[in-house]
Each structure stands twice: as C-alpha cells, then as structure tokens.
C-alpha cells in the first residue's frame, strides 16, 4: 500500500509537497534532502526548496543536487531576503498554485529530522487533522535529552503555557518549525498577512485555531547541532505575547486586528450570558417553532436552536462552508436588497442578531422581518451598544477608529444607543416587549474559572445599574403591530 493511499482504494491518493526553507544552509541542505526516508519518497510530488537570497553557495548546492537526485525538487532563489515567515508565505502560496494537498515545512539547516516525515503526514492523509506539528515536548525529558539548552526549554514551556491559556488551547509546545497543512486549510486562512519574522508560526497557529480547524502533534527527536539560530529571544517572546493578547482582545472587539488577519466568519459566542447565549436560553423554553435567522453566518447558533427542535432558515451574503448542514434551509443574499422571496413567510421566530449595523437602511429591513412574520410571531433584534464605557472612552481621547471585531467592528454601517433601537423598531410596525442589556463577552476574552466568576458578579452588577453604559448590546424582543 502506498503512503499516499488507503486500504482498498477508499480515498484518493494526496499529493504531497515538502517545503524546504533554507538561508545559508550550504553546509546542510543536501544532508537534510538525502535524509527524506525511502518509504515517503514515491509518495512526494514536489520539493520546494526555497533559498531566501542566502550569503553562501545554498543555491549552488541545491542545484547541483537537483541534477543527480531522484526527488522532484524544484529550486527558487528569492531576489531578495524575505524573512522566515516571509519565505513560508512564498511557498505555500506555491504549494497552493501547483495543486497540491499536502505540505510539509522542513528546515533546510537539519534542525528537524527528515526521518519523521511519514509521522507528520500520517495524520494528514488519514483526514484525522487540518495541520499537524511535531512535538520535541511530547515526550518527557526528550527535548533536555536532545540538547535543547535549559534557557529554551524553560522559555518554550514558560510561552506555550501562556499560549494554551490565552487561545484555550491545549498544545504540547508552539514553538516548533516542523509542519504539516493541508493545503485546503491554508486556503482558508489569510497567512499571506502575517508577519515575515519567526512569530509567523504563532499567528498561522491562532488562524487555525480561530477557524476551527483541527491540529494534531506528534512527537519528534530533539537535536541541537553547530546550525546558526536567528532569532533574537526576548523580542520573539515579546512578539508571540503581543500576537496572542491582540487575538484575545480582539475577539472581545478591542483592537483593530492588525497583527493578525482572521477569518470574516462570525464566531458563536457560547456562554450563557452573551448575546448568543441569552437568545438560546429564551428560544429554549418554547416549543419548536418556524425560525428565520438573518445573518446567519456559518449557522452555528442555528444548529445550537435545531438541537432545541426548532426548524431553521438561514440567510447570509455569504455562504460559509458547512452552513447548509447546520440549517434546515439556507439561502445566500444580500440583506440590502430585503429578504429573499424564496425564503418563506409566516415564521414564529425572525431573528436579526448582528445585523442592523451591518445594512445601510435598517428600518428597511425591521419592516421586511414585519412582512415574513405570522401575525403572533416575534423578533429578536440584537446591536452593539455604541454609548458602552469603551466607545466612549476612546472618542473621548480622539480615538474613534474601527477595530476588527466587537461594537465598533470595521464593517458596521449604523450605530445604535439603547433610545434610537426603540424609536426605529417602533417607528418600523413593531411593540417592543422586552429590552435587555448583555454584558462583557467573557468567552471571547478567554476568561474563566474563579476569575470569570468573579468578573461575571461584577459585569451583571454595574449592568444592573448603569445599563447604557455597561451595556455592551441590546437585545430587542419586539412584535408587530396589528394591521
């Protein structure tokens, strides 16, 4: 059997790429190429070797190599020093233009051992992982064993534990440059944004994790030999640290995303006190019923309702991946030009949670939910509270710029207070029923535990007294006037 393939033919053979990236790797570069195990070899469909425009003679070695040697190499040489991340982005943007499905990144000084490549694939071609990474920590002792200096292995577990903390993670190690993708996932994530230096595996780290994509580790030898280190240690700590605080905060809508490119899809927010999880809890005490969600995004709080028995209809401009199994219709639309016909009327339950602020006439679309719903049905409207403490705060000091999530995420439109949601759902052919403040997406923040006890006690108590300031949305439960 094949490397590539599976027993009785069951899935079709992967085309498998290596990535090797090397700068002044002369001494090592046909070494490590030599080192590629014969049992993977017929299995390889391109090697990429990658010189980021060395000092020495890289290129000249690979190419001299490339004449004699069995493997598929294909040999660039960058015009200009690209940096590590930098030179990763070039590559794989050439793994995704040759088609291939899988790719492996192999460091051309022989840091990493060639020998586990079928380990770091395997979980690839078993469709098990979207990304898989050798782990020098897996393995107790091995990485002291290996040579791994004192001072890097404490670093490396003083930084990983940190991580794994901040992005509710749960990785043996971050900090290793021995990878696989699969090149469908790699698609999905904007890599090419992030930086060129060493912190560039940490970001591609916190993309995939954002995406939900699946990452499994395997254990690979430690070695430490006369290769040249790089990088500087305290300003690549200083640079993960700053990756991992700007996700987090980012996710709660603080910050403009600017270190890290994330996916446009709009995340569930799960704990029972958000937005999301305050709409489940009030659409989980009514029996099954006809619901249309606006905005529906990947349909993650729409399967959260199917699970409840409720029949779901999504709608979204776009169309994210697996969002048709996670509603019972979807249709693609942009919500500017109304809802679409084929989506039905006469529905119990319209919700339009994060939407308004995202339309350019949002009474236009408050009176298209009025059309679609039955005579006793009712709306959910929910919107980001522009007079919270943060927005305030910030215009305050001559700071009114976007961020890349939360109340003043960079695609909203409109802005809302707690007075102008009311007059624009009345003044559009709704009674307003219930209006209720949600506090602090706690979840988002990575906050848990004691802590988040803690915070939750103090969030709900100043929301209780001071909900236009504390607010961080509002949501709306309105019904339509008769007639």
Known sequence: MELGGCAMGSREKKRIGILVVAYNAAGTLAKVLDRIPQEIRGDIEEV???DDHSQDSTYLVGLGYQQVSDLPITLIRQPANLGYGGN????YDLAI????DIVVMLHGDGQYAPESLPDIVAPLLAEEADAVFGSRIMVKGAARRGGMPLYKYVGNRVLSRFENAALGTNLSEFHSGYRAYSVAALKQIAFAQNSDGFNFDTQIIIQLHDAGMRIAEVPIPTYYGD?????????YAADVTKDVVAYRLGKAG??????????????LKPSEDSSHGRLSTLLGSRPPAKILDLGCSGGLLAERLADMGHHVTGVDVTEVAGVGERTSAFFKADLNDGIPP????????VLAADVLEHVVDPGALIRETRRVLSPEGTAYFCVPNIAHWYPRFRSTFGMFDYDQRGILDSTHLRFFTRRSIRKLVERNGFSIRRVEPVGLPLDALGIDG????LLRLVDHLVLTLWPTMFGYQFIIEAKPNPG
Not at 97 to 100: D, S
Not at 227 to 235: D, H, P, Q, R, T
Not at 342 to 349: K, M, N, Q, V
């Open 227 to 235: 290769e040249i280190c790089y990088v500087e240690g305290l300003s």
């Open 450 to 453: 004691a802590n988040a006890r």
């Open 254 to 267: 603080f910050g403009d995303g600017s270190r890290i490119a994330l996916s446009e899809e709009y995340q």
């Open 97 to 100: 233009e040759h088609g291939l």
């Open 88 to 91: 990763q982005k070039a590559g």
């Open 48 to 50: 990429i070797v990658s």
């Open 342 to 349: 084929e989506a039905g009327t006469g529905f119990d339950i």
